[in-house]
């Protein structure tokens, strides 16, 4: 590998190094100087920004620069600011939470200081702007602007609020580690580095759908630094995993054919990255080509190929109670639509990535970034042969998930390596692999047939869904299960017939995202009120009061529901918020908290008091940016009143504290009753004693949830979930048809800690007009089209209109203080109230996402190219649907 020396100053210091030839300025900074505040989010391609440094003062991505250019210049990166910027920039984020995962605060916090140094005095219009190269999956910018407008008044002499640091429920207490998010000192898997470590790549499969005839390894084998390389023949344990089917094959064998480009045919260990993925390009591979399966409704065909020993449909869900026939017969009004909802990138801005190591007893401790490290144990250890007990996975809290971190990804092809290497392996995926690798949202296609009476009250649902469950199975039928169960939205249905079909292709797997199948639903839902609503005389808001579900009421689960339903609170929150706007829509949104559906759950929970009169948290949950860790430390804090700087927390398989996936909204509620269990028995432990006087001693608390059941199955109105969150969100247009504003009112049962929830309503918000509007993964043939972040048109923050967010505590029984699950519910509405106000706005009923070819979109992502939408309604004349009575 040829070399070139490079000179430059980095934080005021001269340097000289060795560097690759074609090295990128970040490739120095981390690997040569050994500075980790610079984040690798998307290198080559410079979109998200985690990267920005300074150079002579100036903003830029270093990713994207050869580091050649800028030889003898000035490089400041975050380590270089000083200690007094530092502070007052850790400070201004903690103090308005402007980071969540965190990932991504480091390059905008470098972004910002060069913003103020040129102007001192930005309005938050010129913060927006300056910020149009820099992502946040998680904010939804509104905190992020907060901060640097803080910073920036700091900076003129004002003092910045008082963060608090009480730890108390209610509270707006700071976020855990939230300074070394901001500054960039808290590691990511990627980040960290282990003697003798070797780093990994992957070679993927060529086609979507192949016969794999022959895989050549001898030229990667030969190439200079290569340790090992490994292939099928090398798992010693089960090649095929999976959640809750297990058909993931982790390796694909020779002689098989391939499910989609993401397949795994080999791994590769060297002494670099560079020479890792170079040897990788190396491995040769022979097909057979064969057509994929990409259209799901194709894949249902009697004749379609078989793409699993199975067939080709993952599962069916039915829901079906009343005689929806008789009354679809005898309402006042029925229509009929067919609505489509597109693929959708997670976009979180840390790659997959995971450590291995041996631990020199003939087993292995695996750094994970997964939603679930006990799953992951179980999973690597079959895959490697081992008991679970050699297998110990430590949790590191990861750049942001959504969902798409739940199946195992790269863990076990790192454990692997570090098996057969005896030595620790790094495996981090390039953007352009972790966009062709891990699943997305589903898309799904929903015909429904909805009727009401004179008044407005619904009658029936009949739905027919089918959801593109692409190659793998992932969680795609818990997916359409639960699109299956909210197909009814929040409202009240005597009669309802749904099917839910996941279907296999040869597209890449889809899974979890936040919303879990209930966006897509409650989007067709939501436009059939409307459509409903129109044909009665009635407007938006009073067609939602009166089908709103109330306490003692059936969901369309058949779970007659008990305490804990605000959901008329929600609307009646925003009343007149949509009755003042010229140009408004408005959609309710329920998401159940918790997998339910008769899946046995847990929270678990471990306190241990220190010699030093703090306490260890142990809990089971994976912290990606919506705040858990601060939640049950605030939970903790307030049984045993702790300051925060005395509860520190960990996630390790070390304890046996298995509550599966961090998914479903659940990790407050279950987590937090845990903690609450063990914060208790401490407390009656200690009668008067000092916490020092109990070291070492270990409170367990743990809560079961085991009474729920399948939709259909158990005694009439058995629950199908513990709990539910509820919302409605109002979407204002102003007079160009561009979003001027969303009103969002939710019921959350307890706020625990009001600057977080602000920032998941926010960046859930931000997540849902991205989604309604611009946001689209493209595949042509099962193959990527969209492989840059950049391509997916995420919402810059120049496009993210003000948030109102109004919060109703209507308390949860089975809550901790009554609180519900909130980070997916923020979402859930946003697309049924967009498309309402596009619709008042120029009378075209929308049907399909995105809604690319509509103002609103043109206007909050300028980028975004207009595309026909063959199913659309126009403003209604006599007899415009055939469909409609």
């Not at 001269?14 to 989010?41: H, N, P």
């Not at 270990?698 to 979930?721: I, L, M, N, R, S």
């Not at 001027?740 to 706020?751: I, M």
Request: with cysteine.
């Amino acid at each position: 590998m040829a070399t070139v020396t490079l000179g430059l100053v980095v934080n005021g210091r001269a340097v000289s190094l060795a560097v690759r030839e074609g090295a990128t300025l970040l490739e120095v900074l981390r690997d040569g100087c050994g500075i980790t505040s610079v984040k690798d989010g998307c290198a080559p391609e410079g979109s998200c920004g985690a990267c920005t440094v300074l150079v002579d003062g100036r903003a830029v991505v270093s990713c994207a620069q050869p580091a050649a250019r800028f030889a003898g210049r000035h490089v400041t990166t975050q380590e270089g600011l000083g200690e007094e910027r530092r502070a007052l920039w850790a400070q201004s984020f903690v103090a308005a939470g402007a980071s969540q995962c965190g990932f991504c605060s480091p390059g905008i916090v470098m972004k910002a200081e060069a913003l103020l140094a040129r102007t001192p005095e930005p309005s938050r219009e010129e913060i927006a702007r300056a910020l149009a190269g820099n992502l946040c999956r998680c904010t939804g910018y509104i905190k992020i602007i907060d901060a640097i407008a803080m910073a920036a008044a700091a900076g003129r002499g004002a003092a910045l609020p008082e963060v608090d640091r009480s730890g108390r429920v209610g509270a707006r207490t700071a976020r855990y580690e939230g300074e070394a998010l901001a500054l960039g000192d808290k590691p990511y898997i990627n980040d960290m580095r282990l003697p003798g470590m070797l780093h990994g790549a992957i070679r993927w499969s060529d086609h979507p759908r192949a016969r794999v005839l022959r895989i050549d390894t001898s030229k990667a084998e030969a190439y200079p630094g290569v340790v090992a390389v490994v292939t099928w023949k090398d798992v010693p344990g089960e090649r095929t995993q999976g959640l809750l089917t297990r058909d993931w094959r982790q390796f694909v064998a020779e002689g098989e054919v391939t499910a989609y480009v993401g397949d795994v045919l080999a791994a590769v260990a060297a002494t670099d990255r560079h020479a890792a993925r170079e040897a990788a390009r190396l491995i040769e591979v022979s097909y057979e080509v064969l057509p994929p399966v990409t259209d799901p409704l194709a894949a249902l065909a009697p004749d379609a190929p078989r793409l699993h020993e199975r067939g080709n449909v993952l599962s069916v869900s039915r829901i079906v109670r009343g005689d929806v026939d008789a009354a679809l017969a005898g309402a006042a009004a029925v229509a009929t639509e067919t609505f489509t909802t597109q693929w959708i990138e997670h976009a979180f801005l840390e790659p997959e990535s995971a450590l291995a190591a041996p631990d020199g007893e003939g087993g292995l401790h695996v750094f994970s970034q997964g939603q679930g490290v006990w799953e992951d144990r179980r999973q690597v250890a079959s895959l490697l042969g081992l008991p679970q007990a050699k297998v110990r996975v430590t949790q590191v809290s990861n750049g942001g998930a959504f969902g798409a971190k739940e199946d195992l990804n790269v863990q076990g092809h790192a454990a692997l390596l570090a098996l057969r290497t005896g030595r620790p392996v790094l495996l981090t995926l390039s953007r352009e692999e972790s966009l062709r690798f891990h699943p997305k949202r589903h898309p799904m296609i929903l015909t429904y047939t909805v009727g009401c009476d004179p008044d407005g009250r619904l009658l029936a649902v009949r739905a027919r869904i089918v959801g593109d469950t692409g190659a793998y199975a992932s969680v795609g039928d818990k997916v359409l299960e639960r699109a299956a169960g909210h197909a009814c939205g929040a409202y009240r249905v005597p009669a309802v017939d749904i099917e839910a079909k996941a279907v296999y292709t040869n597209n890449p797997p889809a899974g979890a995202m936040r919303g879990f199948g209930s966006n897509q639903a409650q989007f067709a839902m939501e436009g059939m009120m409307d459509i409903l609503a129109e044909r009665v005389g009635l407007d938006g808001w009073e067609m939602r009061w009166r089908n709103a579900l109330e306490t003692g009421d059936v969901f369309g689960t058949g779970q007659r529901l008990g305490p804990g339903v605000g959901l008329k609170k929600t609307l009646l929150a925003v009343r007149d918020a949509y009755a003042r706007a010229r140009y408004a829509g408005i959609a309710c949104g329920v998401k159940n908290t918790g997998v339910g559906n008769g899946i046995k759950e847990y929270g678990k929970a471990i306190l241990r008091p220190e010699a030093d009169g703090t306490v260890s948290l142990f809990h089971s949950w994976t912290e990606m940016g919506q705040g858990v860790h601060t939640v049950l430390q605030q939970i903790a804090c307030q049984e045993l009143d702790l300051p925060p700087e005395r509860v520190r927390v960990v996630v390790d398989t070390m304890r046996e504290l298995d509550t599966g996936q961090t998914t479903a909204s659940r990790s407050t509620v279950l987590g937090g009753r845990a903690v609450i269990e063990a914060a208790r028995k401490l407390r009656a432990e200690l009668d008067g004693r000092r916490l020092e006087q109990l070291e070492g001693r270990e409170f367990y608390g743990e809560v079961v949830v085991d009474w729920t059941h399948k939709p259909g199955h158990g005694p009439e109105g058995a629950a199908t979930h513990f709990a539910y969150g509820w919302a409605t969100q109002v979407v204002v247009l102003d007079d160009r048809g561009r979003i001027e504003r969303v009103v969002a009112a939710h019921d959350v049962g307890k706020v625990i800690n009001p600057t977080l929830l602000e920032g998941q309503i926010e960046g859930g918000i931000h997540m849902g007009l991205g989604h309604s509007l611009s946001e689209e993964f493209v595949l042509a043939g099962g193959v990527p089209v969209t492989t840059t972040l950049k391509s997916l048109n995420i919402i810059p923050p120049s496009g993210m209109p003000p948030v109102e967010c109004i919060f109703v505590e209507e308390p949860q029984p089975e809550g901790p203080y009554g609180a519900k699950g909130v980070g997916e519910i923020a979402l859930v509405p946003t697309a049924g109230a967009v498309a309402g106000a596009l619709y008042r706005y120029d009378g075209i009923r929308r049907t399909r996402l995105p809604m690319k070819d509509s103002p609103a979109a043109r206007a909050a992502a300028p980028k975004v190219g207009v595309q026909p939408r063959p199913r659309e309604e126009r403003a209604p004349t006599a007899g415009a649907r055939p469909s409609a009575r």
